[in-house]
């Protein structure tokens, strides 16, 4: 079964709010990931935010992560519509049989309206 | 800099008929390289990786399989494709095991 589970599944927002996903995961992590991918094109890498961290900033992306609940969320802030794309959490996974990998989740899509 | 190419970006192939997808990295050593397939609309299925030449893990039973001849090319090949292999497949790469992956602009295979 997957590892990472987004919510919502699709989030609609107008330019400028800020568009809040949600990600949970079942097992240990070493780390957990966040992508965006344009319609139709390769998986872009925005943070990666390791199991002893709390919080972390780049630029207007916040990402939280909550190992005693195994969930994370991702805050883009003064959304634009170029922001508009699937976003994805990714566990990188710290044991067993998916030690090392990539676990994708099925993904968040965005839709941000000017 | 670090690049990622993936050849064909688009393919229509019968039924049955053999597959050859490609990837190559630029800039790096040692890559650790991954394909994945995408289904419309959903997440990425991990069908290999490998952490060196000629080292292929597989994750799913399937007609697909994978080959590293040299230290920055993956190759996805099929000797007989099935519908159901159509979808959305991506090449990535990495620096080491559970680090940021870099992705291709990704194949979109059509099995008619």
């Known amino acids: 079964s997957q590892q990472g589970e987004e919510d919502p599944q699709a989030l609609s927002i107008q330019e400028g709010e800020n568009a809040t996903m949600n990600c949970s995961y079942k097992t240990s992590i070493n780390n957990l990931q966040w992508y965006r991918q344009n319609s139709g094109r390769g998986l872009v890498h925005l943070i990666l935010?390791?199991?002893?961290?709390r919080e972390k900033h780049s630029g207007r992306l916040r990402v939280t992560l909550d190992t005693s609940k195994k969930s994370s969320s991702l805050l883009i802030t003064a959304s634009r519509a170029a922001d508009t794309a699937s976003y994805f959490c990714?566990?990188?996974?710290?044991?067993?049989?998916?030690?090392?990998?990539?676990?994708f989740g099925q993904g968040t899509i965005l839709t941000v309206h000017p | 800099s670090q690049t990622i190419h993936q050849w064909p970006a688009t393919l229509v192939q019968p039924v049955g008929s053999p597959l050859s997808l490609e990837c190559t990295v630029e800039g790096t050593s040692n890559p650790n390289l991954y394909w994945y397939r995408q289904a419309a609309g959903r997440g990425l299925q991990l069908l290999f990786y490998?952490?060196?030449?000629?080292?292929i893990s597989s994750e799913v039973p399937q007609n697909l399989s994978a080959s590293r001849p040299q230290d920055r090319q993956f190759i996805l090949s099929s000797k007989k494709l099935l519908l159901s292999d159509s979808g959305f497949y991506l090449c990535?790469?990495?620096?080491?095991?559970?680090?940021?992956?870099?992705f291709g602009p990704g194949t979109r295979l059509t099995v008619t």
């Open positions: 490998s952490v060196g030449i000629g080292q």
């Open positions: 990535a790469w990495s620096a080491g095991l559970a680090r940021e992956q870099y």
């Open positions: 935010i390791r199991s002893n961290e």
């Open positions: 990714a566990t990188g996974n710290a044991g067993g049989t998916s030690y090392g990998k990539l676990t």
